[in-house]
């Protein structure tokens, strides 16, 4: 079955530092994949979409200076949280989709901004 | 935006009793995705209907589309304290919408 790899599945950070979340997909090709964030006892929040090779596709509401997506090869998507603060520790989910498979979830990154 | 209603939101139950958790929306959707999430976990996909009226059986867990294809229902049988989870409706074109959820918390 098709395998999304998360790294790292969890990190702290001091607040104004960077912080990257890259998400892989194992055995498939992924030509989109999506960011989500989750607050505790909430829903998932879809922050973006990325295509492989193009601009990424952003929410309404999230900042894309902020939170940069890079999507450089079919197997690999990254998302950098530029200049974090606390309000930005979260959960973060990628999820990668293909030609011939559904969306599959990576595990998760637990984010703490201190 | 489509738009998901889940309900109940929380629900508390003794291991062997039935379940029913509904995800409602006033759009129509050409499929629907039931995941399950465990805390500091993603969702991992159940099922996904399809068609209208639809019934799908993952041992335990009957899922149902509804005719319209705008809702559709989890029903668990015989709950077990493994079934303990927050599930997820999602559904959507280009790109997945979740409800809020039904966390499910099976006492044994």
């Known amino acids: 079955g098709a395998v999304v790899s998360q790294h790292p599945s969890w990190v702290i950070c001091k607040s104004g530092t960077s912080v990257k979340i890259e998400c892989r997909s194992l055995?498939?090709?992924?030509?989109?994949m999506f960011w989500y964030r989750q607050f505790p006892k909430q829903s998932l929040m879809l922050m973006a979409t990325?295509?492989?090779?193009?601009?990424?596709?952003?929410e309404q509401g999230v900042e894309k200076d902020k939170f940069l997506i890079n999507h450089a090869s079919l197997t690999l998507s990254t998302l950098t949280v530029t200049s974090a603060h606390p309000e930005d520790s979260s959960f973060y989910i990628c999820?990668?989709?293909?030609?011939?498979?559904?969306?599959?979830f990576g595990s998760g990154t637990r984010l703490t901004v201190v | 935006t489509q738009l998901l209603e889940q309900s109940p939101q929380f629900l508390s139950i003794q291991e062997g009793e039935n379940l029913t958790v509904y995800c409602n929306s006033s759009?129509?959707?050409?499929?629907l995705q039931w995941y399950r999430q465990e805390p500091g976990e993603g969702p991992v996909l159940l099922v996904t209907?399809?068609?209208?009226?639809e019934v799908k059986k993952l041992k335990r867990l009957t899922f149902q589309f509804g005719d319209a294809r705008k809702d559709s229902s989890l029903h668990i049988t015989a709950a077990q304290p493994g079934d303990t989870g927050l599930y997820l409706c999602?559904?959507?074109?280009?790109?997945?919408?979740f409800g809020k959820g039904n966390q499910v918390v099976v006492i044994p």
């Open positions: 999602a559904g959507g074109n280009n790109r997945l919408a």
């Open positions: 055995d498939f090709q992924a030509t989109t």
């Open positions: 759009s129509v959707f050409s499929s």
């Open positions: 999820s990668a989709a293909g030609a011939n498979y559904g969306y599959t």
């Open positions: 209907v399809v068609t209208g009226g």
């Open positions: 990325s295509n492989e090779g193009s601009k990424a596709t952003y």
